[in-house]
């Protein structure tokens, strides 16, 4: 069973602070890897995408890949009030099937 | 351009009764997917599509679960007889083949009672 796994939260940062979240994932089959934000009662909607390792940057994210210890990350810079959602990471193979989703982390922005 | 369509938003039924949804895709994905996203749960596949065919229903529970895609657009997600551990919510998605980014529908919110 492909499994992704997140720290659940909630994972608390004052405004304006960088926040990291952190996914692993148990399949070395996969290529491609996702970030998803989703406020309370509406659906995820996609952040960003990253397929090879290292770094990825758009705007305010980055998102960091090492396939070698099955590890993605996201880093949120200057923290707003409005980034308080869950962030569901979700990982998928060469072949764009088997979409797994981990069980998100809650991120809580504090004024 | 339109994004995913759902219908209905929102379902309350009984146990043993039947209940379908309806999701139409943003043009031009090929692909179409449909989750079941339990509260305090990330979202579970349930099926995949490419155009009208079946590329990942490994976590269909296929006794009470159907699903289709006619003419390659949108599809219907069935339940029948649902139980309650069926309350959840019942996400649409769709992309491209490549690249495969993902974009949700408003999702159902059933509740089985």
């Known amino acids: 069973q492909k499994e992704v796994e997140q720290n659940s939260g909630p994972l608390s940062v004052p405004e304006g602070a960088i926040a990291s979240l952190n996914c692993t994932y148990s399949?070395?089959?996969?290529?491609?890897f996702f970030w998803y934000r989703q406020y309370s009662g509406k659906s995820p909607e996609l952040i960003m995408f990253?397929?090879?390792?290292g770094d990825k940057e758009d705007g305010r994210f980055t998102a960091q890949l090492n396939k070698a210890s099955q590890y993605v990350s996201l880093l949120i810079r200057d923290s707003q009030p409005s980034d308080s959602a869950t962030y569901l990471c979700a990982v998928n193979d060469n072949y764009g099937q088997n979409f797994v989703f981990g069980p998100g982390t809650r991120l809580s922005v504090l004024p | 351009e339109a994004g995913v369509a759902q219908s209905p938003r929102y379902k309350i039924i009984e146990k043993r009764q039947s209940v379908a949804f309806w999701c139409n895709p943003i043009?031009?994905?090929?692909?179409l997917y449909w989750y079941q996203q339990i509260l305090g749960q990330g979202p579970k596949l349930l099926i995949q599509f490419q155009n009208n065919g079946v590329v990942d229903d490994s976590q269909l529970p296929k006794d009470r679960f159907s699903a289709e895609r006619l003419k390659g657009v949108d599809s219907t997600l069935k339940i029948q007889p649902a139980k309650l551990e069926d309350s959840a919510v019942y996400l649409c998605a769709s992309s491209k083949i490549v690249p495969n980014e993902q974009f949700f529908g408003p999702g159902t919110r059933l509740t089985v009672l």
């Open positions: 043009s031009g994905h090929a692909t």
């Open positions: 399949d070395r089959g996969s290529q491609s």
């Open positions: 990253i397929y090879s390792n």
